[in-house]
């Protein structure tokens, strides 16, 4: 009997039944409701396991890890939470940093038991980097030159293509792409047989040559001026003797000045 309507324990087993009955003087009122209850235990060995059992993995390997030992599992990465709690008692990983230690809880309900493994990882990363000289903004038929970072193997792509076998040259040189195209590469390192693909793509983007209106050489009369006018599309930037005309940016140019206009 209690007279503050608290009851309190911790001595009560699985699925006992708790239910309330009040008395006043000697009236007793059994209560409307009654509680079953269920006592989860604490997992009593929690396990995990990685597709990779010595732990030394390329920086993209996709690794999966499989937990046993409770019903419920939470994934950590570094202590910080990554997948769970849930029912689902494994996680496929990719692009683990050197060092990374991958840990789970077990639980049954809210009652959760740490694992007895702690996998920490050994990690290949390869630094890997594709750029494009001139650049990756390119005139119609202008060539281009892809400059990987080095590895022992290059491999590049475009649009997910490979222009060839890995090679010790990390240099691909384009004698025109199309707009829009991707170019990537993949490089190998033969020490640890990993093979990464770069940390970045190039998107190259192709304008098309501006053709002007009328087409010269032209000839006018002094005092006389000329209308020159450009299909391109975008940014327009007229330029007289090879140097730029300041604000000389439509699609259209008034010219009365002789040289050369493009």
Same mark, same amino acid.
Do not use: H, M
């Given at each position: 009997?209690?007279?503050?309507? !608290? #009851?309190?324990?911790?001595?009560?087993? =699985?699925?006992?039944?708790?239910?309330?009955?009040?008395? =006043? =003087? *000697?009236?007793?009122?059994?209560?409307?409701?009654?509680?079953?209850?269920?006592?989860?235990? #604490? &997992?009593?060995?929690?396990? !995990?396991?990685?597709?990779? &059992?010595?732990?030394?993995?390329?920086?993209?390997?996709?690794?999966?890890?499989?937990?046993?030992?409770?019903?419920?599992? +939470?994934?950590?990465?570094?202590?910080?939470?990554?997948?769970? &709690? *849930?029912?689902?008692?494994? @996680?496929?990983?990719?692009?683990?940093?050197?060092?990374?230690?991958?840990?789970?809880?077990?639980? #049954?309900?809210?009652?959760?038991? &740490?694992?007895?493994?702690?996998?920490? #990882?050994?990690?290949?990363?390869?630094?890997?980097?594709?750029?494009?000289?001139?650049?990756?903004? @390119?005139?119609?038929?202008?060539?281009?030159?892809?400059?990987?970072?080095?590895?022992?193997?290059? +491999?590049?792509?475009?649009?997910?293509?490979?222009?060839?076998?890995?090679?010790?040259?990390?240099? !691909?040189?384009?004698?025109?792409?199309?707009?829009?195209?991707?170019?990537?590469?993949?490089?190998?390192?033969?020490?640890?047989?990993?093979?990464?693909?770069?940390?970045?793509?190039?998107?190259?983007?192709? !304008? $098309?040559?501006?053709?002007?209106? $009328?087409?010269?050489?032209?000839?006018?009369? +002094?005092?006389?001026?000329?209308?020159?006018?450009?299909?391109?599309?975008?940014?327009?930037?007229?330029?007289?003797?090879?140097? $730029?005309?300041?604000?000389?940016?439509?699609?259209?140019?008034?010219?009365?000045?002789?040289?050369?206009?493009?």
């Amino acid at each position: 009997l209690t007279s503050n309507g !608290l #009851f309190t324990t911790s001595n009560i087993n =699985n699925g006992q039944i708790i239910s309330l009955e009040g008395v =006043n =003087n *000697d009236c007793r009122v059994i209560g409307d409701t009654a509680y079953a209850i269920t006592v989860n235990p #604490f &997992p009593s060995q929690v396990n !995990l396991v990685s597709s990779d &059992p010595d732990l030394s993995v390329c920086f993209q390997d996709q690794i999966t890890l499989t937990a046993t030992g409770g019903a419920l599992f +939470e994934f950590f990465l570094n202590g910080n939470p990554i997948a769970g &709690p *849930d029912s689902s008692n494994s @996680l496929v990983v990719t692009e683990l940093e050197q060092g990374d230690v991958i840990t789970v809880n077990g639980a #049954f309900g809210d009652c959760a038991t &740490p694992s007895n493994d702690q996998l920490t #990882f050994n990690v290949t990363k390869l630094d890997l980097l594709i750029t494009a000289d001139p650049g990756n903004f @390119l005139c119609e038929g202008e060539q281009v030159l892809l400059q990987a970072s080095v590895a022992d193997r290059d +491999e590049f792509f475009l649009d997910g293509s490979s222009q060839g076998s890995p090679g010790v040259n990390a240099a !691909l040189l384009l004698n025109s792409v199309n707009d829009g195209t991707i170019a990537t590469f993949s490089g190998t390192d033969l020490a640890t047989g990993c093979v990464q693909t770069s940390g970045n793509d190039v998107f190259l983007s192709v !304008l $098309p040559n501006a053709d002007i209106s $009328p087409a010269g050489p032209l000839s006018i009369c +002094e005092d006389e001026e000329l209308i020159l006018t450009t299909q391109a599309t975008g940014y327009v930037q007229w330029y007289l003797n090879g140097s $730029p005309i300041l604000g000389a940016n439509l699609d259209s140019l008034f010219v009365s000045t002789s040289g050369d206009y493009a």
